[in-house]
């Protein structure tokens, strides 16, 4: 069905596009959702991942695939990630959980973070992994000693900080010197040393992650530059060395411009990969899930407002965080074709901040209540990110796969967020 459509407006994929003026989701018209479902809702795509990990696959046929758990981080969604042949980027002794909760295999699955517990790096070492990535000296003697009671060498990866500009928003861009990120060039040399002279350690590759959202391939092409000539710069630092991360951050359109090329990165870094003997890894999230996942939302009412008219919706930024936090433009689009003229609103939530916007200065035809907008390229960083706000539970997930929709996350309950606040019984008297 998607090859013979087109994406509706804003849309990446062609799993949302429109049929007699109504947006469907693969095979299931999207209002048929929200009746079944209710709003607010995340739908999610089967077949945009496949897509997705396909377009990965055909530009790194060599690589490890590693998605980002940190982007949408669903069972159901991992599941179908690790059906695809991908393997998992950790960040936390909490992904690695999830990972396990969901029955799949660590062995494809790398370890990041730039400050990992005793705790997480013991469970990641029983577990067993690709490797570690190391991106702060005090966590060697941490996996010396888990390595030393496992009784096997843990496999690290040095995460370099290359100092490359990512051109992207602020708060996503880690691979600047003055980003808490990865080992500076300049101090990596002593830790390689370290690291050779510990023999529960094992140096099996270095790992650069520039940011998120970037869309030139030219940062990847100076990282793996400049990592080569740091490996060049004495004969140990290449010992052992078998893998290259290239990180995640392959950035999608968001209705403007052209995602990523990934191509034009394979082509970018795989010859002087290719020249040394490193297998690639990726860790991609957004382009995995980013634009295979919108969120549904019903129209509460309008408000004119002297400076702006505002469309008030049941979504809010504690469903979808991302417009507050990066002033990040989601496509925003009606369910339904409206037939009347449309006009400029900000579309608002109820929460009681001024930052609680879904999308500002935006066309849309006039709206009534329980109208369907959907928020576009939502699937990354939008569930994972969503907290309970305004004591608001977060939204019910949902993933279609032809004519099916199957509820892959219940809407939190009342009793659910109360839980812990409930007689917790403890009491501590200093
Ligand atoms: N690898 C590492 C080491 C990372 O830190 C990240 C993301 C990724 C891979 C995946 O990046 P991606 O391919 O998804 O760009 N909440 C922000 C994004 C934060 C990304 C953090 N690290 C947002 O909503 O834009």
Redesign the pocket.
């Known amino acids: 069905m998607q090859a013979r459509r087109a994406p509706c407006a804003g849309s990446g994929t062609a799993a949302f596009h429109r049929r007699e003026g109504v947006l469907w989701c693969e095979d299931v018209p999207i209002p048929a959702l929200a009746r079944r479902f209710g709003t607010p809702l995340y739908v999610y795509s089967g077949a945009a991942l496949a897509e997705r990990v396909q377009a990965v696959r055909g530009a790194f046929p060599d690589a490890v695939v590693?998605y980002?758990v940190?982007?949408n981080s669903n069972l159901t969604l991992l599941r179908r990630m690790h059906a695809l042949g991908v393997g998992f980027?950790l960040?936390s002794g909490g992904e690695l959980r999830r990972v396990q909760a969901a029955g799949l295999p660590t062995s494809q699955a790398v370890f990041?973070?730039v400050g990992k517990e005793p705790w997480e790096i013991e469970a990641a070492v029983a577990a067993g992994l690709l490797f570690f990535?190391v991106e702060s000296e005090h966590e060697l003697p941490l996996l010396a000693a888990a390595g030393r009671a496992s009784g096997t060498p843990v496999r690290v990866a040095l995460?370099l900080n290359p100092d490359v500009d990512a051109g992207t928003?602020a708060?996503?861009s880690?691979g600047k010197k003055e980003n808490k990120?990865g080992i500076a060039l300049g101090r990596a040399g002593q830790v390689v040393d370290a690291i050779a002279r510990e023999p529960w350690l094992q140096l099996c590759g270095y790992?650069v992650?520039l940011?998120?959202?970037?869309r030139e391939a030219a940062p990847y092409a100076e990282a793996v530059a400049r990592v080569a000539a740091f490996v060049d710069g004495a004969k140990q630092r290449s010992a052992g060395v078998t893998h290259y991360d290239l990180?995640?951050?392959?950035?999608i359109a968001y209705g403007q411009g052209a995602a990523l090329d990934v191509g034009a990165v394979a082509a970018a870094v795989l010859p002087t990969l290719r020249a040394r003997g490193w297998r690639p890894v990726v860790?991609?999230?957004?382009?995995?899930v980013?634009d295979a996942g919108i969120l549904l939302t019903a129209v509460l009412g309008e408000k004119p407002q002297g400076g702006s008219d505002f469309l008030l919706v049941d979504a809010a930024m504690n469903d979808l965080?991302?417009p507050a936090?990066?002033q990040?433009e989601h496509p925003i689009v009606p369910v339904v074709d409206g037939n009347g003229p449309e006009r400029v609103v900000d579309v608002v939530g109820p929460v009681c901040e001024t930052g609680d916007f879904l999308g500002k200065r935006r066309s849309l035809p006039n709206c009534a209540r329980g109208d369907l907008l959907a928020v576009l390229a939502a699937g990354?960083?939008?569930a994972s990110?969503a907290s309970n706000y305004n004591t608001r539970r977060r939204p019910a997930e949902v993933l279609v796969d032809g004519n099916t929709a199957v509820l892959v996350r219940a809407r939190e309950t009342f009793e659910q967020l109360l839980a812990n606040e409930v007689d917790p019984d403890e009491t501590f008297v200093a």
Not at 211 to 214: E, K, M, T, Y
């Open positions: 590693c980002a940190k982007a980027d960040v990041a973070g990535n995460r928003h708060y996503i880690t990120f790992h992650h940011g998120s959202q970037l990180g995640g951050g392959f950035g860790e991609p999230g957004r382009f995995l980013g965080m991302r936090l990066y990040a990354a960083y939008g990110m």
